[in-house]
């Protein structure tokens, strides 16, 4: 795997009277290789246990700043076999060493999960009992330590009317180690100084689906989350630029929530077809606790999908309101937004494929974090060659 991103900072020294406008980017790169095994389903086997998938990879980052991240994982799956029930156990690790300029040393995180699940089906129950422990030691920090969360997993669903109506409900807890890679996906003008907490969530939830005509489906689910140290991300400075690394930027710091709760509703539609799928949502949400930097109160969406032989064109629409600020960024309004994608595919052979996608085709502007004004209509030409 071979990337490379320019990303360019937005931010002005003045706010009230300069339009922001670019400051000086970084080159963002990536390079890694992954290794994956998988043991396919065979009906007529025998067997009690399996190794049913697993795999190691490595990927080196480099977000520029002279901030840069090595980051090794291995997951693995085993299975066994009862008579009327499964049994698997999850078992990953992962490490990571991050250099930073504003640290003095390098940091190291070692993660680590244990989860063992069962799950089957009697009449028309189906279930799912489990357990998901994930462990991280850091070092080279200030203060190095060791945090952890142990949740618990159930999931049960009874079909109460054939393909009609469906009740489902449980208790999902799942945990994540934030790394360089994965909050550059999310933001990729950040200062470089931050931590890499383990964020945590514990999730409760009740809902039904089914059929309402022909193959029109609903989902309605209702659900109560409590997060523990949840990402988010906030200015380093309102009114004027930091200096990182030598470079004037108006960035953003990785911060944690520690205890927030959700509370949420969330309906859908479906409609898939043979060639066509449409979709449309929407959701309503509730935080409380430690203030949550741009949570999304409000969002509605749809999606069309179409698809035939090789070629496949798609489009979205997403609206968002009910965002905030925890503290006074009334310079820098969340304000509601309403965003328009659509993509064109076309798969010449099985090697070689070529995309043209746009973004923001209402040309909206809006700020996705504060100071940081999204671009206007914007369009991607992608040629993919595998092999």
């Keep these: 795997m071979l990337k490379a991103d320019y990303i360019s900072y937005y931010g002005a020294l003045t706010p009230l009277t300069v339009v922001p406008d670019s400051t000086p980017g970084a080159w963002q790169q990536q390079y890694g290789l992954s290794q994956q095994w998988l043991r396919t389903t065979n009906p007529t086997s025998k067997v009690k246990f399996a190794y049913r998938s697993g795999g190691v990879s490595y990927k080196y980052t480099s977000a520029g700043m002279a901030t840069s991240e090595h980051l090794a994982k291995t997951q693995h799956r085993f299975e066994i076999y009862a008579d009327e029930q499964d049994i698997s156990l999850d078992l990953g690790y992962q490490f990571a060493s991050v250099n930073s300029w504003a640290d003095s040393s390098a940091a190291a995180y070692h993660n680590f999960t244990i989860a063992p699940y069962t799950s089957g089906k009697k009449g028309i129950l189906s279930y799912e009992f489990g357990l998901n422990f994930t462990g991280t030691q850091t070092s080279g920090l200030g203060i190095d330590r060791f945090e952890y969360y142990v949740y618990p997993k159930v999931n049960l669903q009874a079909e109460l009317l054939k393909r009609t109506l469906a009740v489902y409900g449980g208790w999902d807890g799942t945990a994540k180690q934030n790394t360089l890679e994965s909050m550059i996906a999310q933001v990729p003008f950040l200062s470089m100084n931050q931590e890499y907490r383990l964020s945590g969530s514990n999730k409760g939830y009740v809902g039904m689906q089914g059929a309402l005509a022909g193959k029109l489906q609903y989902r309605v689910e209702g659900s109560l989350t409590s997060m523990n140290d949840a990402l988010m991300f906030q200015r380093d ?21 520690e205890n927030v709760v959700k509370t949420g509703v969330r309906g859908e539609l ?115 060659y595998q092999f």
């Design 237 to 257: 400075s309102l009114l004027m630029l930091s200096e990182v690394n030598g470079q004037q930027i108006a960035a953003l710091q990785a911060v944690y929530a």
């Design 270 to 384: 479906n409609l898939p077809l043979k060639h066509f799928v449409a979709s449309t949502y929407a959701e309503l949400n509730n935080y409380s606790g430690d203030a949550f930097l741009g949570q999304e109160g409000r969002v509605l969406g749809a999606m069309v999908d179409y698809s035939i032989n090789e070629l496949s064109m798609g489009a979205n629409l997403r609206y968002v309101g009910g965002r905030y600020n925890s503290l006074d960024y009334t310079l820098y309004p969340l304000e509601d937004f309403m965003d328009l994608s659509a993509r064109i595919d076309y798969k010449i052979n099985e090697n070689l494929s070529v995309s043209l996608r746009g973004y923001n085709l209402l040309n909206q502007r809006y700020m996705m974090w504060q100071g940081y004004g999204v671009r206007g209509t914007r369009g991607m030409f992608v040629l993919n």
